[in-house]
């Protein structure tokens, strides 16, 4: 089954709001990736939390993918990534 490629939020807005938004999430999944790459090279111990984050469990079959959902894994990442290095390296 299709999914409409936009949520239904951002229907009705114009092409550029639409395009700022692509933006905005192809910025975030690239963060993402960036952020994940840098968790299974420095410290692959903790790729098996990334399964585990609450965020990444989604409680729908289909759950949307909105920006304040990159944004909000975004930012788990990078706290346990940031506070993982923290706690495990010498400064």
């Known amino acids: 089954m299709m999914t409409n490629a936009y949520p239904p939020a951002t229907a009705n807005w114009s092409k550029a709001q639409q395009l700022t938004h692509k933006q905005l999430i192809a910025n975030f999944n690239a963060r993402i990736l960036v952020v994940t790459m840098s968790i299974r090279k420095e410290f692959p111990e903790l790729s ?39 706690e495990h390296t010498d400064n």
Do not use: F, W
């Open 48 to 86: 098996k939390y990334i399964e585990e984050m609450p965020i990444t469990v989604p409680i729908n079959q289909h759950p949307a993918i909105t920006l304040k959902n990159l944004k909000d894994y975004y930012g788990s990442l990078s706290a346990m990534l940031t506070n993982y290095r923290d």
